[in-house]
């Protein structure tokens, strides 16, 4: 007998229990993806998302102008650039601390509109700092806005979004973000850093604007016992010829069923517990791959290796990769399957070993490779990276230096495709309702933890061992979030959040063990 979720698939593969007749559930499909209202409901939720990726790699272009400027009050030493690229994760731990209590407080809606206020002030003391401070608190600012919708944004589009279109459109929080960053490092090649700031309060007033206009999650207004605002809301965000009623039932049904508050007994149980505890896990493997420190410190790096490009362009094309990579993702995780994406980019080649292979690839290259032809002096990593080695120079034309982007290029494919957007889908569909605000928040804080500790620690690490040995352990958690994910990882595709719920409620089979 095949294992529940975590076996083969095909038609005839049956988890969850039988479904009720196809023709509601086949209209409600078609008919979501003739709806243009639940795609701009998205469209507005997911600008903070673009906020939170354009403020993530705010650093890249900004370190080195800082650390060349005159001025004195904000010229950067190495432990000042350290902690202004690392001090934004901690603001992004807060606000997914925040957001455990706003989402279930305020919905998440006003959870995510809610972010628009620190976003707009970190903008603002960044762009007219005059001081190490105001840049650090600017910083922080903007890392809590970014922690609060990376845990409001994923849930509000899986509630509303109907199971047909789920996986395209809980891709677009972190396509979103990709496209922010993007943004970021186009610009960068344009503005000064305080205009980048400016730039950055663009898409928070745009967000705030539209999402006034658009319902909160029916099931977050039936848990509030919201009935007939729900069903407004569901009505709105469905075609005039979709069957809402059948979908307000199985939704008020699920909301009837997890009424009351998680209470710790409960928590030990295994259906509220594995779930949470496998998405907590992915959230921490998926940092421990390196993604945010690469992307902190991506021109930087470039700079401290031999490349035949120029770092701010190596920059750019890393992150229209990663903006394509993340659009492919969209679209195949309602074709292939979450898990698939996860598992498996192009059989039998998987996501993971992929980034394992790109980073391997980067600590060799940084080990033995060749060596700058003249030092830079962005985050002091070139004089540490070629420590204790006998690298010859590179000549400016040697197609050698194009490995540093090109495997770059293939970590963010691999994680962009796999480990990036599906991990928020994931977390936001296995959660049980009943902790579902709490959870994702819970998430979120443990992901930016670790991504303080290692964005801060990457550097220290360089000074005292070089830059290759960081790149040597990223590709070993890449082997670990191999296996995790053939043991541990449901598949979800084309399941409804109930059938989800129930199936972690049968008890057929541990997860972990």
């Given at each position: 007998?095949?294992?529940?979720?975590?076996?083969?698939?095909?038609?005839?593969?049956?988890?969850?229990?039988?479904?009720?007749?196809?023709?509601?559930?086949?209209?409600?499909?078609?008919?979501?993806?003739?709806?243009?209202?639940?795609?701009?409901?998205?469209?507005?939720?997911?600008?903070?998302?673009?906020?939170?990726?354009?403020?993530?790699?705010?650093?890249?272009?900004?370190?080195?102008?800082?650390?060349?400027?005159?001025?004195?009050?904000?010229?950067?030493?190495?432990?000042?650039?350290?902690?202004?690229?690392?001090?934004?994760?901690?603001?992004?731990?807060?606000?997914?601390?925040?957001?455990?209590?706003?989402?279930?407080?305020?919905?998440?809606?006003?959870?995510?509109?809610?972010?628009?206020?620190?976003?707009?002030?970190?903008?603002?003391?960044?762009?007219?700092?005059?001081?190490?401070?105001?840049?650090?608190?600017?910083?922080?600012?903007?890392?809590?806005?970014?922690?609060?919708?990376?845990?409001?944004?994923?849930?509000?589009?899986?509630?509303?979004?109907?199971?047909?279109?789920?996986?395209?459109?809980?891709?677009?929080?972190?396509?979103?973000?990709?496209?922010?960053?993007?943004?970021?490092?186009?610009?960068?090649?344009?503005?000064?850093?305080?205009?980048?700031?400016?730039?950055?309060?663009?898409?928070?007033?745009?967000?705030v604007l539209l999402l006034s206009f658009m319902p909160n999650s029916p099931r977050f207004l039936l848990s509030r016992g919201r009935d007939e605002e729900a069903l407004?809301?569901?009505?709105?965000?469905?075609?005039?010829?979709?069957?809402?009623?059948?979908?307000?039932?199985?939704?008020?049904?699920?909301?009837?069923?997890?009424?009351?508050?998680?209470?710790?007994?409960?928590?030990?149980?295994?259906?509220?517990?594995?779930?949470?505890?496998?998405?907590?896990?992915?959230?921490?493997?998926?940092?421990?791959?390196?993604?945010?420190?690469?992307?902190?410190?991506?021109?930087p790096i470039f700079d401290s290796t031999a490349v035949l490009l120029p770092p701010k362009d190596d920059a750019a094309i890393v992150g229209a990769v990663r903006l394509?990579?993340?659009?492919?993702?969209?679209?195949?995780?309602?074709?292939?399957?979450?898990?698939?994406?996860?598992?498996?980019?192009?059989?039998?080649?998987?996501?993971?070993?992929?980034?394992?292979?790109?980073?391997?690839?980067?600590?060799?290259?940084?080990?033995?490779?060749?060596?700058?032809?003249?030092?830079?002096?962005?985050?002091?990593?070139?004089?540490?990276?070629?420590?204790?080695?006998?690298?010859?120079?590179?000549?400016?034309?040697?197609?050698?230096?194009?490995?540093?982007?090109?495997?770059?290029?293939?970590?963010?494919?691999?994680?962009?495709?796999?480990?990036?957007?599906?991990?928020?889908?994931?977390?936001?569909?296995?959660?049980?309702?009943?902790?579902?605000?709490?959870?994702?928040?819970?998430?979120?804080?443990?992901?930016?933890?670790?991504?303080?500790?290692?964005?801060?620690?990457?550097?220290?690490?360089?000074?005292?061992?070089?830059?290759?040995?960081?790149?040597?352990?990223?590709?070993?958690?890449?082997?670990?979030?191999?296996?995790?994910?053939?043991?541990?990882?449901?598949?979800?595709?084309?399941?409804?959040?109930?059938?989800?719920?129930?199936?972690?409620?049968?008890?057929?089979?541990?997860?972990?063990?």
């Amino acid at each position: 007998m095949q294992e529940p979720l975590l076996g083969a698939e095909g038609l005839d593969y049956d988890t969850f229990p039988e479904k009720p007749p196809p023709s509601p559930a086949e209209r409600a499909r078609v008919g979501a993806l003739q709806n243009k209202r639940v795609f701009l409901a998205t469209f507005a939720a997911v600008l903070g998302n673009f906020s939170f990726g354009y403020a993530l790699v705010y650093t890249s272009p900004v370190i080195p102008a800082l650390e060349q400027s005159t001025d004195p009050d904000l010229h950067l030493t190495k432990t000042q650039a350290s902690w202004f690229g690392s001090v934004f994760t901690l603001g992004a731990a807060a606000g997914g601390l925040s957001a455990m209590v706003l989402s279930d407080l305020l919905g998440r809606k006003l959870s995510i509109m809610f972010s628009a206020i620190p976003s707009a002030a970190g903008y603002a003391l960044m762009a007219g700092a005059h001081g190490l401070w105001m840049l650090l608190l600017g910083r922080t600012l903007t890392g809590f806005a970014g922690g609060l919708t990376a845990a409001c944004i994923p849930v509000y589009v899986s509630e509303i979004a109907p199971p047909g279109v789920r996986g395209a459109l809980g891709a677009t929080p972190q396509l979103m973000a990709v496209f922010g960053s993007l943004s970021l490092y186009a610009l960068g090649l344009l503005l000064p850093w305080r205009w980048l700031a400016v730039a950055g309060e663009g898409p928070v007033l745009v967000m705030v604007l539209l999402l006034s206009f658009m319902p909160n999650s029916p099931r977050f207004l039936l848990s509030r016992g919201r009935d007939e605002e729900a069903l407004q809301a569901l009505t709105w965000l469905r075609p005039a010829d979709a069957d809402v009623h059948w979908e307000f039932e199985q939704i008020q049904d699920n909301v009837r069923r997890q009424s009351s508050r998680v209470s710790w007994a409960e928590a030990r149980d295994p259906h509220m517990y594995r779930p949470v505890l496998i998405a907590l896990l992915m959230r921490f493997l998926q940092q421990l791959t390196g993604i945010t420190p690469i992307l902190v410190y991506l021109q930087p790096i470039f700079d401290s290796t031999a490349v035949l490009l120029p770092p701010k362009d190596d920059a750019a094309i890393v992150g229209a990769v990663r903006l394509l990579s993340v659009l492919i993702a969209a679209f195949a995780m309602d074709l292939a399957g979450r898990k698939v994406l996860l598992f498996v980019s192009g059989p039998p080649v998987s996501t993971a070993t992929i980034m394992f292979a790109a980073n391997l690839t980067l600590g060799l290259y940084v080990h033995f490779g060749p060596r700058p032809l003249t030092p830079n002096s962005t985050v002091g990593l070139e004089t540490l990276s070629l420590a204790g080695t006998e690298q010859p120079p590179a000549t400016p034309t040697s197609y050698l230096t194009l490995v540093p982007l090109l495997a770059t290029m293939f970590f963010i494919m691999g994680y962009a495709m796999g480990w990036g957007p599906i991990t928020w889908l994931l977390m936001s569909e296995i959660l049980p309702l009943r902790a579902r605000g709490v959870a994702s928040g819970l998430c979120v804080l443990v992901s930016w933890l670790t991504a303080f500790v290692l964005t801060k620690s990457f550097l220290l690490v360089v000074r005292a061992f070089g830059l290759q040995v960081p790149f040597f352990f990223f590709a070993a958690i890449c082997l670990v979030s191999l296996v995790f994910t053939g043991c541990c990882v449901p598949e979800t595709k084309g399941r409804s959040l109930e059938q989800i719920e129930s199936f972690f409620s049968s008890r057929r089979r541990a997860f972990l063990h």
